[in-house]
């Protein structure tokens, strides 16, 4: 072999060991896919993996539908985790299981998407979301951009997109739709499965504990579609997350949850409440109280309209905000008085990990 050769090869053996070092490898990386009676949406979901990642794991919660066998006969190198409804099913607990499963498949597991079965991932978060917690070790979540699949469809979908679209760069939470550090997830100990909602924010303040950062990314992560055309389905869903902050700030007593409670019975019970119970003893005068509901209302439009918001959809996320202290201060007055009750409120002790 000549001199030029073997220069040759040793700078095609050191590139190859710094192509190696900048790579995510398949078997580091893997996806959850949580759902229950998903039916046909789970194809996209499935479909939307890509070639990035090792392993797939799709946990079905109790499904009546055709969910698992979509599954088997579209997907068949999928691993598949069927929960027994024997215990509460709850979106934690399948990504509980889905992390666990996905370990044992892949030994060498570094990197985690969670996906809901009503999302689709894009076609390129896989592998921008990878690199970035590649090369920036001290992130433990993350997310990108959610949109909403038929965003025009009804206020309820707009509502949804407009609160997928917050801004880009180090936040205190995610939604449920991120990509995670195993290593952040293990020294958490995972979500609480004892959480009906709001388990991903519950799950980003122990991570932070643990000396991780939590970040959004700018770029499209998924699209999502909740299929909500009710005005109950929206007023159940503000209760359940009210139910949730509830919890964590029993869990935790942490300012975080803490803010959000005193917001919700503030707006929600204590000036409504202060307004009527004065209206007879101050002849009126106390119903100006309610004026307040306005000026949070403003302060809100003003918000969303600064970021870029049309007019209608600011007026929109506004008047729903204002709503949603009610049916909030509804899901942390449940908690208190029924949850606790039955001894389901759940304590979980802080964690002192580092990362490394």
């Not at 040793?10 to 996806?31: I, M, T, W, Y």
Request: glycine share 8%.
């Amino acid at each position: 072999m000549s001199q030029h050769q073997s220069h040759f090869l040793n700078a095609c053996e050191r590139l190859v060991d710094n192509l190696s070092k900048d790579a995510v490898l398949p078997e580091q990386l893997g996806v959850v896919i949580i759902g229950r009676n998903e039916g046909q949406l789970l194809r996209r979901a499935l479909a939307s993996v890509g070639a990035e990642a090792g392993a797939v794991v799709y946990v079905d919660s109790a499904s009546t539908d055709d969910s698992v066998e979509i599954v088997r006969r579209y997907f068949p190198d999928a691993v598949i985790v069927e929960l027994s409804a024997d215990e509460p099913l709850s979106p934690a607990r399948g990504r509980n299981a889905g992390f666990a499963a996905l370990r044992e498949r892949l030994p060498r597991l570094r990197y985690v998407q969670f996906v809901d079965g009503d999302c689709e991932l894009h076609p390129s978060w896989l592998r921008a979301a990878s690199h970035h917690l590649h090369h920036n070790p001290q992130v433990g979540v993350l997310a990108g951009r959610l949109r909403e699949r038929d965003r025009e469809r009804n206020p309820y979908h707009r509502l949804a997109d407009m609160e997928w679209d917050q801004p880009a760069g180090e936040v205190e939470e995610t939604g449920g739709i991120m990509m995670v550090r195993a290593q952040a997830w293990e020294a958490a100990g995972g979500q609480n499965a004892d959480m009906p909602a709001a388990e991903e924010r519950e799950l980003c303040l122990r991570v932070s504990a643990a000396g991780y950062s939590i970040v959004r990314l700018a770029d499209d992560m998924a699209q999502h579609d909740i299929d909500m055309d009710q005005l109950r389905q929206w007023w159940t869903r503000s209760v359940r997350m009210g139910h949730a902050y509830a919890q964590g700030l029993w869990i935790h007593r942490d300012r975080y949850h803490l803010r959000r409670v005193v917001s919700l019975l503030a707006y929600g019970v204590a000036l409504p409440s202060a307004a009527l119970a004065g209206a007879v003893p101050t002849l009126g005068l106390s119903l100006g109280l309610l004026g307040r509901y306005g000026h949070l209302w403003r302060k809100i439009e003003q918000e969303r309209r600064g970021r870029g918001d049309r007019a209608d959809d600011a007026r929109l996320y506004a008047t729903a905000n204002v709503v949603n202290k009610v049916a909030g201060a509804v899901g942390v007055a449940r908690f208190f008085t029924r949850t606790l009750r039955e001894g389901r409120g759940g304590r979980r002790a802080r964690v002192s990990a580092t990362p490394r």
